[in-house]
């Protein structure tokens, strides 16, 4: 399988904060796009600790974005190869695009509550 980021259906959002992507196998691929100063917080309220509970693989595009858990912070930067657990949230510093990878039974949940409170917004 394969797909430039143009020929991805949309999942969430709409440009330039949009959500690209689509399950293939066992993973849900997507490439994710968020503009300087989204703040993630807002769209997880009613998860556990309104935390995002669904972990995720992935690359960093461009951009930089602070990711904050109960107890610690870390930045990922354009070039880094990382791993989210359980329990974070994050707030772009910088244009942010990343490729990214979840489990669609893990991930399903938390798009279904992002949705809900960004159609409340």
């Given at each position: 399988?394969?797909?430039?980021?143009?020929?991805?259906?949309?999942?969430?959002?709409?440009?330039?904060?949009?959500?690209?992507?689509?399950?293939w196998?066992d993973?849900?691929?997507m490439?994710?796009?968020?503009?300087?100063?989204?703040?993630?917080?807002?769209?997880l309220?009613?998860?556990?600790?309104?935390?995002?509970p669904c972990p995720?693989w992935?690359?960093?595009?461009k951009?930089?974005?602070?990711?904050?858990?109960?107890?610690?912070?870390?930045?990922?930067?354009?070039?880094?190869?990382f791993?989210?657990?359980?329990?974070?949230?994050g707030?772009?510093?910088?244009?942010f695009?990343?490729?990214?990878?979840?489990?669609?039974?893990?991930?399903?949940?938390?798009?279904?509550?992002v949705?809900?409170?960004?159609?409340?917004?």
């Amino acid at each position: 399988m394969r797909a430039s980021s143009d020929q991805l259906p949309i999942v969430f959002g709409a440009d330039p904060a949009s959500i690209r992507g689509g399950d293939w196998g066992d993973l849900r691929s997507m490439i994710i796009s968020l503009p300087a100063g989204t703040d993630l917080g807002p769209l997880l309220q009613g998860l556990p600790n309104n935390l995002c509970p669904c972990p995720h693989w992935g690359y960093v595009v461009k951009g930089q974005m602070r990711i904050s858990y109960a107890d610690s912070e870390e930045v990922l930067r354009a070039g880094d190869l990382f791993y989210l657990p359980p329990g974070h949230t994050g707030l772009v510093e910088e244009d942010f695009e990343c490729v990214e990878f979840s489990r669609p039974a893990e991930h399903e949940p938390v798009l279904e509550v992002v949705k809900r409170n960004a159609a409340a917004a």
